[in-house]
């Protein structure tokens, strides 16, 4: 079992930034992908970033793309989601999630088998 508690989110103004963290425990994150969601309201989950158990591949969905930045802590045991340049349809509740090292695509929720609660992220303009 992989416990995953996220932190980090809060209320910025339009343009700032946030960096949320994602905390492991149970296992090391070191054998698993790792990926970032979230959530608007009346939205379904939409996946943001994605790193492979080797952190050799890295993805992001085309909205954050060059504002947002996934790494991965192995000392730690915590991945992070830097957001940088952020906007207001950047709000949402942003969770985090552990995938098996060889499984199908990251960008796909039903591929990740551990999930956080959630933080809140909220962006004003």
């Known amino acids: 079992q992989v416990q995953l508690v996220e932190s980090g989110g809060g209320l910025v103004q339009a343009g700032g930034s946030l960096r949320l963290s994602c905390a492991a425990s149970?296992?090391?994150?070191?054998?698993?992908?790792m990926g970032w969601f979230r959530q608007a309201p009346g939205k379904e989950r939409a996946f943001v970033a994605a790193?492979?158990?080797?952190?050799?591949?890295?993805y992001y969905a085309d909205s954050v793309k060059g504002r947002f930045t996934i790494s991965r802590d192995a000392a730690e045991n915590t991945v992070y989601l830097q957001m940088n340049s952020l906007k207001p349809e950047d709000t949402a509740v942003y969770y985090c999630?552990?995938?098996?090292?060889?499984?199908?695509?990251?960008?796909?929720?039903?591929?990740?088998?551990?999930w956080g609660q959630g933080t809140q992220v909220t962006v004003s303009s």
């Open positions: 149970g296992r090391t994150l070191s054998n698993y992908a």
């Open positions: 790193k492979n158990w080797s952190s050799i591949r890295t």
């Open positions: 999630a552990a995938a098996p090292p060889f499984g199908s695509s990251l960008t796909s929720g039903p591929s990740y088998n551990y």
